[in-house]
């Protein structure tokens, strides 16, 4: 097993955690080929973007048909500035590689988008581009001491504000 899935496998361990960490011969780099290579609704995929607020990490953790609203991420953080890092930037930050961050294994702030919670299963990234393991929601929370927020873009709402 790759020393990032590894990494992730023990996290999640002493946490307490049955969760297994799984490496796939197929891609799980974006949510849709996560769900491909597992088998799942693209929903059920749980994405770890990287963001820097103010300077500074942060992990939002949301589901792989949502997308982020960048003005509720910078409100809830009081910010005045909200910026998506380059790969290296998310590496250093996290220790892990665009593609396979893992909301747990670092120690970077984690908010979890509410929307999650209407899945009983969700799969997140494990380290790697093809390490996932399967949880629930009230496990990813526990696990991450993440703050369960709402993030996601309101289809229903028209703005200027880009979402990622």
Known sequence: MHKNALRVQEVLRAAGSDAHVVELPASTRTSAEAAAAIGVQV???AKSLVFVVDGE??????SGTDRLDLDKLRRLRGAAQVARPDADAVREATGFPIGGVSPVGHSVPVVVDAGLAAYDVIWAAAGTPNAVYRTTFDELVAVTGGEVVDLRVDPTVTSSTKGA
């Open 43 to 45: 929903g059920e995929i």
């Open 57 to 62: 990490p942060v992990v939002a953790v949301l």
